[in-house]
């Protein structure tokens, strides 16, 4: 989503090196504009190039770079970095042709994207694809939940989901990985100039399991966020296009139950830790997130 630069950004020295490496990369674009900045990320655009330093906490050696170079197998589908990452500050930094963002304001494009992550996840695997290991992120989260009521409720759901989610096993191998994004959601598509969706940010890019990929819209419906409406777009148009995430027909959940419970536990955790950093209470949406958590531990129970 686009933005206006904010004033503690602009003021900074890695502000100004990743709008330097815009000038360069495209003299003459005009003004900088900062798309994103949140946490530990920030993404400023120079005309049509788009400049990202990413999180300083992940790994971004060998398997980025293999990340990178599966990316670029992969351009009718994917928006990739242009050329190698650079560092800058001690931030691995990297270049990308700028696509306009999904526009919230405007119908959501729920088809698209599934019908983008059903093409994604039919593709041939190569030997080399390195494999995404995103489920770690929910561990880490609830890993840093204070006390109170809500992180209690949302440690107890945590302890609902398989051990090798929780970190106490290692994932189990899939029989059948398909090439997945990793991290999607629909901020993570953008159309190019010649009018094609894209997806883009390729850290978690390489084999795992596609319902996954589903995790996310599956958490929020289950959670009473996303309308069924458009729950059903979307699940509609990729068992239209293929997808092998799910069934083609009957129950999805058989598939997406783990993942759309990780991930629900993963946005409240998000949610309860920003909350309690601004020193909020949550809104209805955050909220609805947390509850979700107290049906999922209700649901261990009563089994």
Known sequence: MTGPVHTETAQSGLFARLVDIGREQAPGGGPPETLYDRHGV??????????????????????????????????????????????????????????????????????????????LHSRTVPVNA????????VARLVSRLAD?????????????????????????????????????????????????????DIEDLGKGDPAWDLARPAALYSA??????????FLGAYRDAGGPAVPAHGDPWTTLDVPARSLAIQIAATCVISAGREDRPLDGPEQAMVDACLRISAARDAA
């Open 42 to 119: 920030l993404v400023v655009r120079v005309g049509d190039v788009v400049v990202k330093a990413h999180q300083a906490d992940r790994e971004y050696g060998d398997p980025f770079l293999e990340r990178i170079r599966l990316a670029e197998s992969l351009q009718d589908v994917v928006v990739g970095p242009l050329g190698s990452p650079l560092c800058v500050e001690g931030r691995t930094v990297t270049l990308a042709t700028f696509g306009e963002p999904v526009d919230p304001a405007q119908d959501l494009p729920w088809e698209d994207g599934a019908r983008l992550l059903a093409d």
């Open 148 to 200: 109170g009521p809500a992180e209690t409720q949302v440690r107890n759901a945590f302890t609902t989901l398989p051990a090798w989610i929780r970190g106490e096993e290692a994932e189990p191998s899939s029989s059948a990985p398909s090439l997945i994004h990793g991290d999607w959601h629909l901020g993570q598509m953008v159309r190019t100039p010649g009018g094609h969706w894209r997806l883009i």
């Open 224 to 233: 009473g966020v996303l309308p069924p409406d458009d729950w059903e777009r």
């Open 130 to 137: 390195p494999s995404w290991g995103r489920p770690t992120r």
